[in-house]
């Protein structure tokens, strides 16, 4: 199993895209890129501690690539506006790709200018070393999976969701088509 670590916004919204998608075995939603210990959700919310919000997927690289996963990546947010996705607004919400080594680096940097190609705004990606990782608080773990009627899920997540279904059916999980 491999790991990499995003942010495109909020968490809630990539969570459930990502962990609908095969080869995904886990997707935790988290905190990174900053620096104050140990963030909370109401801190990083302030925009204060630098930490954007982030997944860690762990996935099985015989099944879905590194790249497959930076173009589901570069479809389901918008990668071209700075600090902000939608309404959520803040340096929590940036657009970023962690990488723990060279090879994910050189993969990364490939997926931007595939972006740059399809997207007609300039790309504003942050593409940075892995920093500390700090997982999310157990309820935002699997949100939009336990929370489909509150209205963020109806009106933000929905439609994400709806997206993958209707045009990459064939990268579902049985459980999900």
């Not at 954007?52 to 479809?75: G, M, Q």
């Not at 994400?160 to 990268?171: D, G, M, R, S, T």
Request: aromatic share 14%.
């Amino acid at each position: 199993m491999q790991e990499i670590i995003l942010g495109g916004g909020c968490f809630w919204c990539t969570e459930a895209v990502f962990q609908r998608l095969k080869g995904v075995h886990g997707v935790e939603s988290g905190y990174s890129g900053g620096h104050t210990l140990n963030p909370d959700y109401k801190s990083i919310c302030t925009g204060q501690t630098g930490h954007a919000e982030v997944i860690k997927i762990t996935y099985d690289e015989n099944v879905i690539s590194l790249e497959a996963l930076f173009d589901f990546f570069f479809v389901f947010h918008d990668p071209t506006t700075l600090n902000r996705q939608g309404n959520d607004v803040g340096t929590q919400y940036r657009s970023v790709i962690y990488y723990a080594n060279e090879v994910e680096k050189q993969i990364a940097e490939k997926a931007i200018a595939k972006a740059a190609e399809i997207w007609s705004d300039p790309i504003v990606t942050e593409l940075s070393p892995l920093p500390v990782y700090y997982p999310g608080e157990a309820y935002h773990q699997n949100y939009y999976n336990q929370n489909t009627s509150k209205g963020y899920c109806i009106f933000a997540v929905g439609p994400k969701v709806a997206k993958l279904k209707q045009k990459y059916k064939e990268h579902l999980k049985e459980e999900y088509v």
